[in-house]
DNA sequence: CATAATTCCTACTTATCCTATAGGAATAAA
DNA sequence: TTTATTCCTATAGGATAAGTAGGAATTATG
């Protein structure tokens, strides 16, 4: 399961997402996703210090995306919300680490079946980007580019 | 990530599927697999308690598993001892719950994301048992069903 | 310049979960 | 009766989750 602060952060940022060039108060994005106040507040700084948003004080100030909107998959904020997205430290592959109790990485069975399901769900988290989360409905306009390969 | 409960149970059982009818004391599955011994003890006792493996007291006792290795998938040892594997829990079909937050789940695109995300882990997880786990090194009699098909 | 709006920073809290550990009771085999 | 083993209850320290509070710094605007 996510954190809170995972999904806040996506819910955020999918706000934002739906219009890219705007910037917004905190207060507003968290009324209008249901966020208590200071803990989006706490959240934005997070993403601030990683590049991901844009902010400005003062009056008028606000957040805005740092990047466009298809330029942030939805697998990068996770990672940086929740950590790795793999569901063991050795399958994990941007940021591996060795697991204590297993002496042999190379034999381990256990490994190669969390290889293959974080290959699967990472599939679907680093290809999913904000733009997928910006708008209410799927419009044909905004599918995306492996639908219209099809075509 | 999993939690170290859910890794130990799945090293456990997973040595065990490889003589699912021979019954191991817990000490001897807990030094071969690098598991602290009270830690794992509890870990059975939950096991047992959800019928997974079938326990004997006294001299001679032990634990084997319940049912054949390839009846027990990955997945429900993970839903058991961590819970639900979607990321979110409108995303979970197992153990569905509404989010507070969101006002219009079937308008919720970040839903839909975690729904897709939840369905490719679960296709790996339901589908990976004890058994494969049970083996050292790959043998082709081991090998699944789909590669099988594919000859 | 004064004011109001807004983010930024530091610190704190409260509850829950994680990862165990300890000690002994119950059971079963030899 | 002894020994090996699981079963049960209780505990505990540390980390993490999910916020909360208060004020400092910054900026637009009149
Ligand atoms: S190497 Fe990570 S579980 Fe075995
Ligand atoms: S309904 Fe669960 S995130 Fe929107």
Do not use: H, W
Request: aromatic share 4%; hydrophobic share 40%; charged share 30%.
């Amino acid at each position: 399961m996510l954190s809170m602060k995972a999904k806040y952060a996506l819910k955020a940022l999918g706000y934002l997402a739906r219009k890219p060039d705007t910037r917004f108060g905190i207060e507003r994005i968290a009324e209008a996703e249901n966020i208590p106040y200071k803990f989006l507040e706490a959240i934005l700084t997070e993403l601030r210090k990683s590049n991901v948003i844009d902010s400005k004080r003062g009056a008028a100030g606000g957040v805005k995306l740092a990047r466009a909107p298809k330029d942030i998959s939805i697998g990068d904020v996770i990672r940086l919300m929740d950590g790795p997205i793999a569901l063991l430290p050795c399958a994990s592959i941007t940021r591996y680490r060795a697991c204590d109790d297993c002496p042999d990485e190379a034999a381990c069975r256990l490994r190669q079946v969390m290889i293959d399901a974080r290959l699967a769900i990472a599939d679907v988290l680093d290809e999913r980007t904000l733009a997928d989360l910006a708008s209410r409905s799927p419009l044909p306009s905004e599918r995306r580019l492996t639908d219209d390969d099809l075509g």
